[in-house]
């Protein structure tokens, strides 16, 4: 019983890509190799200089690889008793936001650490879900988390907190997934699935295998009061091509969106990465090679991804201009992962009551 509630709130937020790892459960593949097929999913971000995702570190607890993209610097946040999620960087590059919980406590930290000096300050406290933060700019910045909903259960929803103040909900759709999230010019992109706040599935018997299907929805965005202005009343999905769409990440200026997308042959489900425009003409992407992609994250006109192999990931970089692709190569054991630089995080602040 305890392995399931650390596999379900380690999966909090994006519960459909994780379900393979918990299939792998039953069906004799070893616990390592499922936490990996699970945190592919949970974080993966870069910026000019770094990329850093998240990474199984053997003992049931996660941390966050930071890597140069140039050169051989590898360092890890990795602190004792802790596990780390949803790593995210600034569009700068400056700061790193991501969610941790201390081993035995049911109190969820979303932190904000400078990335020059790793000085941290704790943002929001909870024991509710927490996941997909995401820097916004201007101290704001946005996450996912659940709230109670008139049926007595909990949906998942867009919130905005600054340093020192108290959250405030965006969105009111009580999904029941919702991760990840992005921001790019004036539109916000996210994953998701539900049924209160969401147009009626064109699955009409939600077999996904019967239909095309995106969970991947695009609102207006105001960077300046990190706001949605003219929210619908029902979520509309976008990027609807063939075969399954999900896990959307906006390129910086809004004009390009990448997600993963399978075909609807069913097991195994096999999640290529598609590169679109924001109407949702595709224009390229990558081809899983290994087990599976994490969420794209664009720099500029480069789009990179993770890729987990059995004994290594595989960090994809490719020129959306000149459509050139380079790789960089890490082992994922926990022996290797022992030896890598660790970063000391020092941090301080408190979160707003809530």
């Known amino acids: 019983m305890t392995a399931f509630v650390w596999w379900f709130s380690s999966c909090q937020g994006h519960m459909q890509q994780c379900y393979a790892s918990f299939r792998g ?36 607890t996660e941390g966050i690889v930071v890597l140069d993209r140039v050169g051989d610097g590898e360092r890890l946040i990795a602190t004792k008793n802790y596990t780390h999620w949803s790593p995210r960087f ?25 990335t020059s000096t790793w000085h941290c300050s704790i943002l929001f406290r909870t024991q509710a879900a927490l996941s997909s933060p995401v820097d916004a ?26 340093k020192g103040q108290a959250p405030v909900r965006l969105t009111n759709y009580e999904a029941y997934a919702l ?40 609102l207006e965005f105001d960077p300046s009061n990190a706001t949605i202005p003219n929210k619908p009343t029902a979520l509309a999905p976008r990027f609807a091509v063939a075969g399954y769409s999900i896990s959307p990440i906006l390129s910086g200026d809004g004009k390009r969106v990448a997600f993963l997308n399978t075909n609807r042959k069913g097991n195994p489900w096999r999640y290529n990465i598609a590169v679109a425009d924001i109407d949702g003409v ?15 994250a664009f720099v500029g006109d480069t789009l990179l991804v993770n890729e987990l192999f059995d004994d290594h990931y595989r960090i994809l ?38």
């Open 179 to 218: 991760s990840p999230i992005s921001v790019g010019g004036n539109k916000i992109a996210f994953g998701a699935e539900g049924k209160r706040g969401f147009e009626p599935s064109p699955c009409a018997d939600r077999d996904s295998l019967k239909c095309d299907k995106s969970e991947i929805y695009v």
């Open 317 to 354: 970089s490719a020129d959306l201009s000149s459509r050139r692709v380079t790789g960089m190569g890490i082992k994922h054991s926990p022996e290797y992962l022992r030896t890598i630089e660790p970063i000391t995080l020092l941090v301080d602040g408190q979160s707003a009551p809530w």
């Open 25 to 60: 459960a039953t069906s004799g593949v070893d616990r390592l190799t499922q936490e990996r097929q699970r945190s592919i999913h949970g974080g993966f971000t870069a910026s000019l200089s770094t990329v850093a995702f998240q990474i199984p570190l053997g003992d049931e």
């Open 137 to 162: 700019g201007n101290g704001n910045v946005i996450f996912s988390t659940t709230v109670q909903r008139a049926d007595g259960g909990r949906g998942f929803d867009v919130f905005v907190v600054r």
């Open 282 to 296: 595709v224009d390229g992407g990558f081809s899983v090679e290994g087990s599976a992609f994490s969420s794209g």
């Open 90 to 114: 600034s569009l700068d590059g400056e700061r790193l936001v991501f969610v941790r919980q201390m081993v035995g406590s049911k109190d969820r930290e979303l932190l904000s650490c400078e």
